[in-house]
T-cell receptor
Framework: DQQVKQNSPSLSVQEGRISILNCDYT??????FLWYKKYPAEGPTFLIS?????DKNEDGRFTVFLNKSAKHLSLHIVPSQPGDSAVYFC?????????????FGTGTRLTVIP | NAGVTQTPKFQVLKTGQSMTLQCAQD?????MSWYRQDPGMGLRLIHY???????DQGEVPNGYNVSRSTTEDFPLRLLSAAPSQTSVYFC???????????FGSGTRLTVV
């Protein structure tokens, strides 16, 4: 049972435009969310995170929005660049227990067209 | 600063063979984890460790063993390889529970 879902396997965006990647989760115990970027033949790279006490976190061109009532988060990339082309994974965890499970979505492949 | 180093990068095993995937980090991170990535499944946690001498199971631990005798090393042992263990394996480390994990570049394992 997938607790973190990324329902769009792929997304294509023109260079300079906004990329919006979406993620939904089902476990109400999740209180910390992360986005990772992955290039082929490399490990995932941490991009940005957000705690459930916030609804927005920004880092340069990357902004993550969290809607707790909808159990939904999104990653906005503005402006999109060709180097952003990669697979993006959403991940979630609970910090309220001793468990260290980080649950990942299935990923969205972003292609930024020059 | 090497980060997280995984060896080997590629491995082919026959069903029933055993092997150890190596993982080492040089960042003095307390938290280390092993994930496997399968098509359409995302990354799933196999085992994790919150410090030397402490390990616990993740989502998909069956068929795998781990130990953590030092802060730096976190090897993953496949006891008797099965075709269902064909996957890409990632090791990751973190200084604490809320920091983003640093991942290794992965080991692509094929069991025939």
């Amino acid at each position: 049972d997938q607790q973190v879902k990324q329902n769009s396997p792929s997304l294509s965006v023109q260079e300079g435009r906004i990329s919006i990647l979406n993620c939904d989760y089902t476990n109400s115990m999740f209180d910390y969310f992360l986005w990772y970027k992955k290039y082929p033949a490399e490990g995932p790279t941490f991009l940005i995170s957000i705690s459930s006490i916030k609804d927005k976190n920004e880092d340069g061109r990357f902004t993550v929005f969290l809607n707790k009532s909808a159990k939904h988060l999104s990653l906005h990339i503005v402006p999109s660049q060709p180097g952003d082309s990669a697979v993006y994974f959403c991940a979630a965890r609970t910090t309220q227990t001793g468990a260290n499970n980080l649950f990942f979505g299935t990923g969205t492949r972003l292609t930024v067209i020059p | 600063n090497a980060g997280v180093t995984q060896t080997p990068k590629f491995q082919v095993l026959k069903t029933g063979q055993s092997m150890t995937l190596q993982c080492a980090q040089d960042m003095n991170h307390e938290y280390m984890s092993w994930y496997r990535q399968d098509p359409g499944m995302g990354l799933r946690l196999i085992h994790y460790s919150v410090g030397a001498g402490i390990t616990d199971q993740g989502e998909v631990p069956n068929g795998y063993n781990v130990s953590r005798s030092t802060t730096e090393d976190f090897p993953l042992r496949l006891l008797s390889a099965a075709p269902s263990q064909t996957s890409v394996y990632f090791c990751a480390s973190s200084p604490d529970r809320v920091a983003g994990y640093t991942f290794g570049s992965g080991t692509r394992l094929t069991v025939v």
